[in-house]
């Protein structure tokens, strides 16, 4: 069944970069909207970004916006958050999410909340 797989996380100066990788499994990216959420020391769970599925809309927390970029690579079945200009406040534990699409429609934009499937984290520490 669904499992999500992430990587990519790690150790970076303010002002770096990284790339984060969800590997799905069990499912394909067209029948799946895909999301990233992080959980920050003493914070609640954030919606970070999402892709709608057969990439028909990209959505961002303002926290993010101009910074970070989701993309799809569908052969590999993997989903990617690229994070530049990286912030103390961007350190957290980042988790790869997913949800069943029932019905698509072109223009349909992914939420960043109601989730189903979630993975293990991967995390991330900006310190100087």
């Known amino acids: 069944q669904v499992q999500l797989v992430e990587s990519g996380g790690g150790l970076v100066q303010p002002g770096g970069s990284l790339r984060l990788s969800c590997a799905g499994y069990?499912?394909?990216?067209?029948?799946?909207?895909i999301g990233w959420f992080r959980q920050a020391p003493g914070k609640e769970r954030e919606g970070v970004s999402c892709m709608a599925s057969r990439a028909s809309s990209t959505d961002y927390a303002d926290s993010v916006k101009g910074r970070f970029t989701i993309s799809g690579d569908n052969a590999k079945n993997t989903v990617y958050l690229q994070m530049n200009s990286l912030k103390p406040e961007d350190t957290a534990v980042y988790y790869c999410?997913?949800?069943?699409?029932?019905?698509?429609?072109?223009?349909?934009?992914?939420?960043?909340?109601?989730?189903?499937?979630w993975g293990q984290g991967t995390q991330v520490t900006v310190s100087s």
């Open positions: 999410v997913a949800r069943r699409v029932s019905v698509h429609y072109p223009g349909r934009r992914c939420p960043l909340s109601g989730y189903d499937y």
């Open positions: 069990g499912f394909t990216l067209d029948y799946y909207d």
